[in-house]
């Protein structure tokens, strides 16, 4: 089982905010990294530190991170938005890297 | 633009070993700053990072804790490409693989980007 857990499942309103979470202890020390998953693709990174977009990826992705708990936002939320998201950092003793189980975000 | 390029083969008999390249271009596989990355996925196991190898003066590599002692990874400067070597596989080890170059800032770690990936089939 994966030491950073996601809910596997997520909906939002379209143009709504919706908020995709991942607890694990490793974030009292790291930050999380956040890909975007659509069907047949590679993952693809949205954002990771503090609160960095690689190029391409729109401003309405932030993160953000409290306690045990990383959160990916998206502010106004589009259709091409759906798809799997997953987290990843590194374990809580720092020599791993594991990712999250994913959560699914629908776009109603 | 960095794009990597998977190849490999797509079935593997169990107990032989898996061997699938990298190649490179739009960077240097010994650059000081990047990781180059292997990651797999599959419906039981999710996305599982297997290791990686970088050059900071010297090679190093490091192995996730599921196959430390199964996997090799390492670089070809000439042809600026890296592998992935994992002995010994069960069906279990079915999945789609992935190569990643990996980077680290502001206390995170992020893969990106992603080769298209490639499903092996680890069956007689």
């Known amino acids: 089982s994966s030491e950073l857990t996601q809910d596997p499942a997520v909906s939002v309103a379209l143009g709504q905010t919706v908020r995709i979470t991942c607890q694990g202890d490793s974030f009292r020390r790291f930050y999380a990294s956040w890909y975007r998953q659509k069907p047949g693709q590679a993952p693809g990174l949205v954002l990771y530190g503090i609160n960095n977009r690689p190029s391409g990826i729109p401003d309405r992705f932030s993160g953000s991170r409290s306690g045990n708990t990383a959160s990916l936002t998206i502010t106004g939320a589009q259709a091409e938005d759906e798809a799997d998201y997953y987290c990843n950092s590194r374990d809580i003793s720092g020599t791993d890297l594991v990712f999250g189980g994913g959560t699914k975000l629908t776009v109603l | 633009q960095v794009q990597l390029q998977l190849s490999g083969p797509g079935l593997v008999k169990p107990s032989r070993t898996l061997s699938l390249t990298c190649a490179i271009s739009g960077d240097s596989v010994s650059g000081d700053s990047a990781t180059w990355n292997w990651i797999r996925q599959s419906p039981s196991r999710g996305l599982e990072w297997l290791g990686r190898t970088y050059y900071r003066s010297k090679w190093y590599s490091e192995y996730g804790g599921s196959v430390k002692s199964r996997v090799i990874i390492n670089a070809d400067t000439s042809k600026n490409q890296f592998s992935l070597h994992l002995n010994s596989v069960t069906p279990e080890d079915t999945a789609v693989y992935y190569c990643?170059?990996?980077?680290?800032?502001?206390?995170?770690?992020?893969?990106?980007?992603w080769g298209q990936g490639t499903l092996v089939t680890v069956s007689s």
């Open positions: 990643a170059r990996g980077g680290y800032r502001d206390n995170s770690n992020w893969f990106d980007p």
